[in-house]
C-alpha cells in the first residue's frame, strides 16, 4: 500500500475542490453497498462530491424488490477522480462484460482511483484491471473468482487490498472499511476518525475477513478475546507476550491463541503489531514526537523497528508518512 499526496486540484480561487467521486451502479446492484460512498465520504466534511451513474443514465434494477432512478450516465466516469463499482448480486457476475459496462468503463481516464466493493471487484477483474493485481473480493465468491481470474492475485482472508491506483473490498459492510480508508489517506486518521463518529461505525476494523468465514459455533459458554484486546489496547507501550494475554483471559495460552485466531482472524502477535502500527500512525499525523519516542509510546523496541512495521504495512518510512500529513494539513 502506498500513501497518496491530497489528490484535489485548486479552483481559481485557491481554494481545494472537492475529490470528485463517481459511484457506477449496475443492474442487480446492492443498494445497501450503493448508498456507502456517499453516506460515509459525504460526511467527510464537504472534502467530497459523490455522483451516482449508470452505463445509460437510465433507470438501475437492484437486488431487491425496487429500482433506482441515478442523475448521471456514463459521461460522469470521464471527470472522476476514484471510481467505485457497487456490489451486485452473484447471479449477475460473469467472466465477460456486457459492451455497455465496457464502454462505461473505458471511460475513466488514466490514474484515476478506482475502487471495487465486494462483488465489484468481478467487474473489475473481467476488464482486466485487476490482471497482475493483489485483490480481494467476499468470501462466499472467491473460489468462482479464482477459476474466473486466474491472472489476478487473490486474498480472500482481508477487508480491503489496496495495489497502487486499485482497492478492492471484502463483502458488505468491507465497504464502509474500504471509504474510511480512502479519507485516512487523503486527509489523516483525524477526519477518518470523525467521519467514523458521525456515522456511528468503527474506525477501524480489527483482523479480516477470516473472523466471518462460517466455522462450527464455539461451545455454550466459551470465553471471548474481547476484554482481552480492549485490555491489551490501554498498554501497547508494554512488552506484552503472549502469556500476558493469556493469563488476563484466564486461558492457557494454547487455549487462547486459538480463540483470538478464530474471533479475530489474526494470530496475538501479528494483532498487536498490527494496533501498534495504526497508533504509530495516528502520533505521526498529530503530533511533533521523534520517531524514536513515538515507538516507545506504542510498544515497539527501538525506532528502527517502527519504521521497519510501518514500511511492511503500507510502504513508506515514518518521515515521508508525516511529511504527507503534513502538507495535506
Given at each position: 500500500?502506498?500513501?497518496?499526496t491530497?489528490?484535489?486540484?485548486d479552483t481559481?480561487?485557491?481554494?481545494?475542490?472537492?475529490?470528485r467521486?463517481?459511484?457506477?451502479?449496475?443492474?442487480?446492484?446492492?443498494?445497501?453497498?450503493?448508498?456507502?460512498p456517499?453516506?460515509?465520504?459525504?460526511?467527510?466534511?464537504?472534502?467530497?462530491e459523490?455522483?451516482?451513474?449508470s452505463?445509460?443514465?437510465g433507470?438501475?434494477?437492484?437486488s431487491?424488490?425496487f429500482?433506482?432512478?441515478?442523475?448521471?450516465g456514463p459521461?460522469?466516469?470521464e471527470g472522476?477522480?476514484?471510481?467505485?463499482?457497487?456490489?451486485?448480486?452473484p447471479?449477475?457476475?460473469s467472466?465477460?462484460?456486457?459492451?455497455?459496462?465496457a464502454?462505461?468503463?473505458?471511460?475513466?481516464?488514466?490514474?484515476?482511483?478506482?475502487?471495487s466493493?465486494?462483488?465489484?471487484?468481478?467487474?473489475?477483474a473481467?476488464?482486466?484491471?485487476?490482471d497482475?493485481?493483489r485483490?480481494?473480493?467476499?468470501?462466499q465468491v472467491?473460489?468462482?473468482?479464482?477459476?474466473?481470474?486466474?491472472?489476478?492475485?487473490?486474498?480472500?482472508d482481508?477487508?480491503?487490498?489496496e495495489?497502487?491506483?486499485?482497492?478492492?473490498?471484502?463483502?458488505a459492510?468491507?465497504?464502509?472499511?474500504?471509504?474510511?480508508h480512502?479519507v485516512?489517506q487523503?486527509h489523516g486518521?483525524?477526519l477518518?476518525?470523525?467521519?467514523?463518529r458521525?456515522?456511528?461505525?468503527p474506525?477501524?476494523?480489527?483482523?479480516?475477513?477470516?473472523?466471518y468465514?462460517?466455522q462450527?459455533?464455539?461451545q455454550?459458554?466459551a470465553a471471548?478475546?474481547?476484554?482481552?484486546?480492549?485490555?491489551?489496547?490501554?498498554r501497547?507501550a508494554?512488552?506484552?507476550?503472549?502469556?500476558?494475554?493469556?493469563?488476563?483471559a484466564?486461558?492457557?495460552?494454547?487455549?487462547?491463541?486459538r480463540?483470538f485466531?478464530?474471533e479475530?482472524?489474526?494470530?496475538?502477535?501479528?494483532?498487536l503489531?498490527?494496533?501498534r502500527?495504526?497508533?504509530?500512525r495516528?502520533l505521526?499525523?498529530?503530533?511533533?514526537?521523534?520517531?524514536?519516542?513515538?515507538?516507545?509510546?506504542?510498544?515497539?523496541?527501538?525506532?528502527a523497528?517502527?519504521?521497519?512495521?510501518?514500511?511492511?504495512?503500507?510502504?513508506v518510512?515514518?518521515?515521508?508518512y508525516r511529511?504527507?500529513?503534513?502538507?495535506?494539513?
Amino acid at each position: 500500500m502506498t500513501v497518496a499526496t491530497p489528490r484535489c486540484t485548486d479552483t481559481e480561487r485557491g481554494a481545494p475542490r472537492p475529490e470528485r467521486v463517481v459511484v457506477l451502479a449496475l443492474d442487480g446492484v446492492y443498494p445497501f453497498e450503493l448508498g456507502m460512498p456517499s453516506r460515509i465520504l459525504g460526511a467527510a466534511d464537504g472534502r467530497y462530491e459523490v455522483l451516482t451513474c449508470s452505463v445509460d443514465g437510465g433507470p438501475v434494477r437492484t437486488s431487491a424488490d425496487f429500482g433506482i432512478t441515478v442523475e448521471h450516465g456514463p459521461e460522469a466516469l470521464e471527470g472522476a477522480d476514484t471510481v467505485v463499482v457497487a456490489a451486485v448480486s452473484p447471479s449477475r457476475v460473469s467472466a465477460d462484460l456486457p459492451d455497455a459496462v465496457a464502454a462505461a468503463l473505458a471511460r475513466i481516464r488514466p490514474g484515476a482511483r478506482v475502487v471495487s466493493i465486494c462483488t465489484g471487484a468481478f467487474v473489475l477483474a473481467a476488464a482486466g484491471l485487476l490482471d497482475g493485481r493483489r485483490a480481494t473480493t467476499h468470501w462466499q465468491v472467491s473460489d468462482a473468482f479464482r477459476r474466473m481470474f486466474p491472472r489476478v492475485d487473490l486474498d480472500p482472508d482481508v477487508l480491503f487490498v489496496e495495489d497502487g491506483r486499485m482497492l478492492t473490498s471484502a463483502g458488505a459492510a468491507s465497504g464502509v472499511d474500504i471509504c474510511l480508508h480512502l479519507v485516512r489517506q487523503d486527509h489523516g486518521s483525524e477526519l477518518a476518525n470523525k467521519v467514523a463518529r458521525r456515522c456511528v461505525v468503527p474506525p477501524f476494523r480489527d483482523g479480516g475477513q477470516a473472523q466471518y468465514i462460517e466455522q462450527p459455533v464455539p461451545q455454550q459458554g466459551a470465553a471471548s478475546t474481547a476484554a482481552t484486546r480492549a485490555w491489551a489496547l490501554e498498554r501497547l507501550a508494554e512488552p506484552l507476550a503472549l502469556a500476558d494475554l493469556a493469563a488476563h483471559a484466564r486461558m492457557s495460552r494454547r487455549t487462547f491463541a486459538r480463540r483470538f485466531q478464530d474471533e479475530v482472524g489474526l494470530s496475538p502477535g501479528r494483532w498487536l503489531i498490527q494496533q501498534r502500527v495504526v497508533r504509530a500512525r495516528h502520533l505521526l499525523e498529530a503530533s511533533d514526537l521523534s520517531v524514536d519516542q513515538i515507538a516507545g509510546q506504542v510498544g515497539f523496541a527501538t525506532g528502527a523497528s517502527l519504521r521497519q512495521h510501518l514500511h511492511a504495512a503500507i510502504g513508506v518510512s515514518p518521515q515521508t508518512y508525516r511529511r504527507t500529513f503534513q502538507q495535506a494539513r
